[in-house]
């Protein structure tokens, strides 16, 4: 288990950007693949991105690709989330969180989260 506090939400115009950052606790951050989820009420969280442990490893749900970046500084125990273009469609509060395997991108293998920052695209 790792904990995990998320910050760089907020109100943005379309068409700007934000970059979220996720803060982990622990010594083993470096095995643990993360991923960011978004949620909006009334619909269910869904996937947006995930790092493998080593970082060489990316994957985007199709809606963000080309938009989007995931990063990760291991020294920091760190994880980022760069977003660009922003559109309406993005509002949503956005959850790090973290999975005891290399890689993955299935919401079940990430048992740690962080308590979700605001993201607002105003339009």
């Known amino acids: 288990q790792v904990h995990l506090v998320e910050s760089g939400g907020g109100l943005v115009q379309a068409g700007g950007s934000l970059r979220l950052s996720c803060a982990a606790s622990?010594?083993?951050?470096?095995?643990?693949?993360m991923g960011w989820f978004r949620q909006v009420p009334g619909k269910e969280r869904e996937f947006v991105a995930a790092?493998?442990?080593?970082?060489?490893?990316?994957h985007y749900v199709d809606s963000v690709k080309g938009r989007f970046t995931i990063s990760r500084d291991n020294a920091k125990n760190a994880v980022y989330l760069q977003m660009n273009s922003l559109k309406p469609e993005d509002t949503a509060v956005y959850y790090c969180?973290?999975?005891?395997?290399?890689?993955?991108?299935?919401?079940?293998?990430?048992?740690?989260w962080g308590q979700g920052t605001q993201v607002t695209v105003s339009s």
């Open positions: 969180a973290a999975a005891g395997v290399p890689m993955s991108t299935m919401m079940t293998d990430f048992g740690s």
């Open positions: 622990g010594r083993t951050f470096s095995r643990y693949a």
């Open positions: 790092i493998s442990w080593s970082g060489f490893s990316t």
